[in-house]
């Protein structure tokens, strides 16, 4: 198995050959887990000073479903509704691939700096988006970065949906509301 350090380095650095080496390593699975808690984690303890321990695993928690629902529907609408011809995957590739997406947030741990929260969260975002269009435009072997970009964001408006649903209804019976 490859070294994690050295694993998670290249997907930050969005090394194509990296995500297509997680994306045949079925050994992987556990470190692109490993990679979303920790990425998660950090967002926690940078966001620490609002939500405090409580917050951080409950960052952790939402991040690993966030990252199923979202690699799931990404396979779903990469190889069901928008396949290239070549395109041949399943859904371990997409965790496998997405989870390594992570990677770059591992920087909002920078965001317990007063005056760098906005910063470190901004610049995790988007350096996170673009890996994770890297990570799927590997996985789903689509020559158009412009198809893994499309497939990117219809997945994950998809996902916060449905994740924005599970939240509400989860706090609708905790509160003993009726919805």
């Known amino acids: 198995m490859a070294d994690l350090k050295d694993r998670i380095i290249r997907a930050a650095k969005l090394d194509v050959n990296l995500y297509e080496e997680v994306e045949a390593d079925k050994n992987a699975l556990g470190q692109a887990m490993t990679v979303v808690a920790l990425s998660s984690a950090a967002a926690g303890v940078g966001a620490s000073l609002q939500g405090g321990i409580e917050g951080i695993f409950w960052g952790v928690i939402a991040a690993l479903l966030g990252w199923y629902v979202w690699a799931y529907i990404t396979y779903i609408i990469g190889t069901k509704f928008f396949p290239e011809p070549q395109t041949e995957a399943d859904l371990g590739q997409l965790l496998r691939t997405t989870g390594f997406s992570s990677a770059p947030g591992l920087i909002r741990v920078l965001a317990i700096v007063p005056g760098l929260t906005v910063i470190a ?32 964001l219809l997945g994950w408006v998809v996902q916060a949906l449905i994740i924005v649903l599970f939240f509400y209804l989860l706090g609708e019976r905790t509160l003993g509301v009726e919805a």
Do not use: E, H, K, P
């Open 121 to 152: 969260f901004l610049a995790a975002s988007i350096w996170m988006l673009v890996a994770m269009v890297v990570a799927v435009r590997q996985a789903l072997d689509y020559s158009s970065t412009y198809r893994a970009v499309g497939v990117c």
